[in-house]
């Protein structure tokens, strides 16, 4: 199972990023998938989520500026980051949980660094 993140990058603050997650060996349709992100100094935290039914669900700090979406053929899961603050600046993880095993899958993490 692999997980492969991309899209981060250097971005001044209202500006927009999209992240890309694909997998391999592991369905995102099947096991929905989630965002996180982690700053120097802080814990890991749950940006967005998006369920193996296509529900959606953000953290308060992201809500009406970030959008999770899926591409079931390209078993690939999207992060579209609009209006982006300097405090959203984080490396930024993607996530599955594997629904029979329970066992955590995640990305190799892409740095987001927004400039004010």
């Known amino acids: 199972v692999q997980l492969q993140a991309s899209g981060g990058g250097l971005v001044q603050a209202r500006g927009s990023l999209r992240l890309s997650c694909t997998a391999s060996?592991?369905?995102?349709?099947?096991?929905?998938a989630d965002w996180y992100r982690q700053a120097p100094g802080k814990q890991r935290e749950l940006v967005a989520t998006?369920?193996?039914?296509?529900?959606?669900n953000y953290a308060d700090s992201v809500k009406g500026r970030f959008t999770i979406s899926r591409d079931n053929a390209k078993n690939t899961v999207y992060l579209q980051m609009n209006s982006l603050e300097p405090e959203d600046t984080s490396v930024y993880y993607c996530h599955t949980k594997q629904r029979l095993s329970r066992r955590d899958y995640w990305g190799q993490g892409t740095q987001v660094t927004v400039s004010s």
């Open positions: 060996g592991i369905g995102l349709f099947i096991n929905g």
């Open positions: 998006i369920t193996s039914g296509g529900s959606t």
